[in-house]
């Protein structure tokens, strides 16, 4: 059964740090790239960073480059995804997601590109 769960969520000060973890089970997790949404409440889905099938190659989104940094082992199967200098607005329930077809390589941050989507995990930045 095909599954991806994050983890690693939580409540972190204003210019705090926290690690987000997507573990794969399932699936054949190296032939697919991944990536990291979040969704605040009232608004919709943005992707945040995708990572190619390898880790070769990977995209931010303007909000977040410089401060988050993503990255994966595919023998653990798992995406990270590094959150440093965090703001109150990007608190959110964060998503991880799987792309198989990948119809846009190496990586998207599309949301309607992705086949697969974790529960999510959320994250509050606040003081």
């Known amino acids: 059964q095909l599954q991806l769960v994050e983890s690693g969520g939580g409540l972190v000060q204003p210019g705090g740090s926290l690690r987000l973890f997507c573990a794969a089970s399932?699936?054949?997790?190296?032939?697919?790239?991944i990536g990291w949404f979040r969704q605040a409440s009232g608004k919709e889905r943005e992707g945040i960073s995708c990572?190619?099938?390898?880790?070769?190659?990977?995209d931010y989104a303007d909000s977040v480059k410089g401060r988050f940094t993503i990255s994966r082992d595919n023998a653990k199967k798992t995406v990270y995804l590094q959150m440093d200098s965090l703001k109150p607005e990007e608190t959110a329930v964060y998503f991880c997601?799987?792309?198989?077809?990948?119809?846009?390589?190496?990586?998207?941050?599309?949301?309607?590109?992705?086949?697969?989507w974790g529960q999510g995990t959320q994250v509050t930045v606040s003081s």
């Open positions: 997601a799987a792309d198989f077809h990948q119809l846009h390589p190496p990586c998207t941050r599309k949301t309607d590109y992705y086949d697969y």
């Open positions: 399932g699936f054949t997790f190296h032939v697919y790239a």
């Open positions: 990572i190619s099938s390898s880790g070769g190659s990977t």
